[in-house]
C-alpha cells in the first residue's frame, strides 16, 4: 500500500512509519516533512499535499497540536489552538483527502488517553480529541467506496515520559511500538468507526 504519514517525523509517527514501512510504501509528511511538506492548519497546503502525493491507499495522522493550560487561564485564543490544528486540521485531512483515497483505503487519526481520563491542564486536548473521536465514529457509517475510517487513542508514550511525565502521575506509559500497531491494525484489517485505546 502507499501510506501517507502526517507527523511522521514525531515521536508516534517514526515508530508507525518504522512499523508500516515493513510492508508498505510510506510518504512521511509533516511542515519539515521528509517527502512532502504539510501544514494541517492550512487547507491550501493540505490540498497542495494531496495534488503532489496523488492517490493513495491510506492516510495516517499521527499530529495534531493543542495548548496545555489550567481552565481558568485557557482563553479561547488558546482554545484555538486545539480546534485548528488538533481538531480541525485532522479532520480537513479527511475531508479534503477523500478524492485521494483508493476505494478500500482508510483513513486513521490520533486521539489521546486524556479525554477519558482527565488531567489538569487538558480540557483543550481532551475538547479536540472529544470531537475527533466522535467525527470519526459519525463519518464511518457513510464514508464512500468502501473507505474506512479510524481512530488511536494513545496513553502518554514511555518515549515522551521525558516532556509530559510529569502531567501524567500514575500512568502507566506504553511503548510507541505498541501504539504503531494499533495504527497497522487499523490499516491492515477491516473495521471502522473505531477509536483503539491504547491504554
Ligand atoms: N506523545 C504522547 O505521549 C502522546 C500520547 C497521546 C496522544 N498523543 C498525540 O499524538 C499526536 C502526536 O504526538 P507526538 O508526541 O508523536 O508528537 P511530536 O513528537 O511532537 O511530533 C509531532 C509531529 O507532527 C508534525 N506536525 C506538528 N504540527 C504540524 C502541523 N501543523 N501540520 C503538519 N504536521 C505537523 C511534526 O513535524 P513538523 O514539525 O515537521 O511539522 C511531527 O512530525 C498528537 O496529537 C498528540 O497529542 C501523544
Known amino acids: 500500500m502507499k501510506i501517507i504519514i502526517v507527523g511522521a517525523s514525531g515521536t508516534i509517527g517514526q515508530a508507525v512509519a518504522k512499523e508500516l514501512g515493513k510492508k508498505?510504501?510510506?510518504?512521511?509528511?509533516?511542515?519539515?516533512?521528509m517527502d512532502v511538506t504539510v501544514d494541517i492548519t492550512s487547507m491550501d497546503s493540505i490540498k497542495n499535499m494531496y495534488e503532489q502525493v496523488g492517490k493513495?491507499?491510506?492516510?495516517?495522522?499521527?499530529?495534531?497540536?493543542?495548548?496545555?493550560?489550567?481552565?481558568?487561564?485557557?482563553?479561547?485564543?488558546?482554545n484555538e489552538?486545539?480546534?485548528?490544528?488538533k481538531l480541525k486540521g485532522q479532520i480537513n485531512l479527511v475531508l479534503l483527502g477523500m478524492n485521494y483515497v483508493?476505494?478500500?483505503?482508510?483513513?486513521?487519526?490520533?486521539?489521546?488517553i486524556m479525554m477519558d481520563d482527565p488531567i489538569?491542564?487538558?480540557?483543550?486536548?481532551?475538547?479536540?480529541?472529544?470531537?475527533?473521536?466522535?467525527?470519526?465514529?459519525?463519518?464511518?457509517?457513510?464514508?464512500?467506496?468502501?473507505i474506512r475510517i479510524n481512530s488511536v487513542s494513545p496513553n502518554v508514550l514511555q518515549e515522551s515520559l521525558g516532556k509530559y511525565g510529569e502531567f501524567f502521575p500514575g500512568f502507566e506509559a506504553v511503548p510507541a511500538?505498541?501504539?504503531?500497531?494499533?495504527?497497522?491494525?487499523?490499516?491492515?484489517?477491516?473495521?471502522?468507526?473505531?477509536?483503539y485505546e491504547v491504554y
Do not use: C, W, Y
Not at 102 to 112: E, H, I, R, V
Open 56 to 78: 493513495v491507499d491510506a492516510v495516517i495522522s499521527a499530529t495534531g497540536g493543542a495548548h496545555f493550560a489550567s481552565i481558568t487561564e485557557l482563553t479561547p485564543e488558546l
Open 81 to 85: 489552538i486545539g480546534i485548528e490544528s
Open 120 to 146: 489538569p491542564l487538558g480540557a483543550s486536548a481532551a475538547m479536540a480529541n472529544g470531537g475527533v473521536k466522535a467525527f470519526v465514529k459519525s463519518a464511518s457509517i457513510e464514508m464512500p467506496r468502501g
Open 102 to 112: 483508493n476505494d478500500s483505503g482508510s483513513f486513521t487519526l490520533t486521539t489521546g
Open 24 to 33: 508498505h510504501e510510506i510518504i512521511r509528511a509533516g511542515r519539515n516533512g
Open 177 to 195: 511500538s505498541r501504539v504503531a500497531l494499533a495504527f497497522k491494525k487499523s490499516v491492515e484489517g477491516a473495521q471502522t468507526g473505531q477509536n
